[in-house]
């Protein structure tokens, strides 16, 4: 990092000079440390080794860094960078130019749906070098803002959210950047092009690029690292004070309401199957509340094709008739919907095109349990909240649930069948079942297990188990294992975490 910096000396342009220091600093963004925190274990090493190489290269890496770096990072930057400076080492001539960037306009270039939107704020350094920082919000899925009314297990706390950030570039071509934009939002019907207060884009691009930083290998362009800095750095001196608009909160007794009006429409009255369709519509509700950002009535061909094609096939256990349904309902709903947020008809019709497009592959996408040879009564015991994606971790976890058990215990004869493994009480019997001679204690941690387990809390828990499996690991010693982890770190949900990934590299005993 130290012989790339040296590409800083070469430089006379401050925007160079900051885009190289920002791809210095994103070549470990994303990466994730063992027990520790990956800026300060290899951001703030490097700022030690640069203090200590005492060289020219070092300097403006040091300079580059008091601007880019974390708080921390800067801080211990510019500390070294004076020193480095008293010791007479030379200073490079772009780096007094560095501090005087300011942020001129802001703009949002996005399309009707609410899918993407493409922010573009101006800056110049003292009215020289003006640039442009384009920054790619996207928001077509939120699967770690939960609604308020959400099942209970959902990954909670994070507040709504506007985006997570996919891509940024940098453009010294304003005017002919600004012209495009302004061009296309005139001319083409699904696009706006409008003006943002600095502000709300502060606050903006800190939560999407707080969402992005907070996911695990987030879906961003390859190129993205180079300019995680560098975006984050200006986002940072645009002015405070703005506010992200919030999204209407639906709970249930809204959800409901907002059901019942659309299967009352003129869009829903050539539904046949109501009943089909009222369990349909509840969970596009569900859908655009809790992976949405909160936006059930916003409809979009990517959306769509999302429901169906990969959210409804890999979390939700349909019946027969409601997976015949599932399509109609939506094209229904799009319509309604459209109708309702004021959708240009041009982007209703391109949204319909997109549903009955996937239609044909929702069928092939969509696989029923009862097709591998699952038991379908089984399967709706261990899912009677439809999450079909929790049916191998909950199978894992509560193995036992069919036959007849006779016990000379509390319990007498157990007919397996005749328990509800949603139940705690009923639960508990079955895991007594598969531990005959345990005392409360060992089923007491067996119980806890299994109830994080089945809610899917947190989600590396599982992760976890199937790493262990696949390692050769026999099932009862990886709740053990299991069970170990979570009463030493229950109370730290990061230590937690961490753990789990460290007990994902043990071999296997034996």
Not at 119 to 145: N, P
Not at 181 to 200: A, H, W, Y
Not at 370 to 399: H, Q, T
């Amino acid at each position: 990092m130290l012989h790339h910096a040296r590409e800083l000396l070469a430089v006379r342009s401050p925007l160079d000079a900051e885009l190289i220091v920002s791809e210095i600093l994103g070549s470990w963004w994303g990466h994730r440390v063992p027990g520790g925190d990956v800026e300060e274990v290899i951001g703030e090493a490097l700022i030690g080794h640069a203090e200590r190489a005492a060289t020219p290269a070092a300097l403006a890496l040091l300079t580059g860094v008091a601007y880019l770096g974390t708080p921390r990072q800067a801080a211990l930057a510019e500390r070294a960078a004076l020193g480095l400076m008293r010791r007479g080492v030379a200073r490079p001539g772009w780096a007094d130019r560095v501090g005087t960037v300011t942020p001129e306009q802001c703009f949002v270039s996005r399309d009707v749906y609410g899918d993407q939107d493409s922010i573009v704020c101006v800056y110049s350094y003292g009215d020289a070098e003006r640039h442009a920082l384009v920054v790619l919000v996207d928001r077509t899925k939120a699967e770690t803002v939960p609604d308020p009314g959400e099942a209970p297990g959902a990954r909670r706390g994070r507040p709504p959210a506007c985006g997570m950030v996919r891509d940024a570039w940098v453009s010294s071509r304003v005017d002919k950047l600004l012209d495009h934009c302004r061009t296309e939002g005139r001319d083409n019907p699904l696009m706006r092009f409008e003006q943002l207060d600095p502000r709300d884009t502060k606050a903006l691009l800190q939560s999407a690029l707080e969402l992005t930083d907070a996911v695990d290998d987030p879906p961003v362009n390859d190129n993205f690292g180079s300019y995680h800095a560098f975006v984050r750095a200006r986002a940072g001196i645009l002015p405070p004070g703005g506010r992200l608009p919030q999204p209407p909160v639906y709970g249930r007794d809204r959800r409901a309401t907002l059901a019942a009006r659309f299967l009352a429409s003129d869009e829903a009255e050539e539904l046949s199957d109501r009943s089909a369709a009222s369990r349909c519509v509840d969970r596009i509700i569900e859908y655009g509340c809790a992976h949405d950002f909160g936006r059930p009535l916003r409809v979009s061909p990517v959306k769509c094709e999302m429901f169906l094609l990969d959210w409804l096939p890999r979390k939700v256990l349909l019946s027969p008739s409601e997976q015949e349904a599932a399509p109609h309902v939506l094209a229904a709903w799009v319509r309604w919907a459209g109708r309702r947020t004021g959708l240009p008809e041009e982007g209703v019709r391109a949204t319909l095109d997109a549903v009955w497009d996937a239609t044909a592959t929702f069928a092939d996408a969509y696989r029923d349990p009862s097709v591998f040879g699952l038991d379908r009564e089984i399967v709706g015991r261990l899912l009677p909240d439809g999450d079909l994606e929790a049916l191998p971790r909950r199978a894992f976890a509560l193995p036992f649930l069919t036959g007849t058990h006779r016990s000379s215990g509390r319990h007498g004869a157990i007919d397996l069948s005749a328990l509800d493994p949603s139940d705690p009480d009923d639960r508990r019997v079955i895991l007594e079942f598969e531990h005959p001679s345990a005392g409360d204690e060992h089923l007491d941690a067996h119980e806890r297990v299994t109830a994080r387990l089945w809610d899917g809390d947190p989600p590396e828990l599982w992760e976890t188990a199937q790493a262990l499996l696949d390692d050769g690991w026999p099932r009862h010693e990886i709740l053990h294992r299991l069970i170990d982890v979570l009463d030493d770190h229950d109370g730290d949900p990061r230590a937690l975490r961490d753990a789990l990934r460290g007990l994902r590299h043990e071999p296997p005993p034996g």
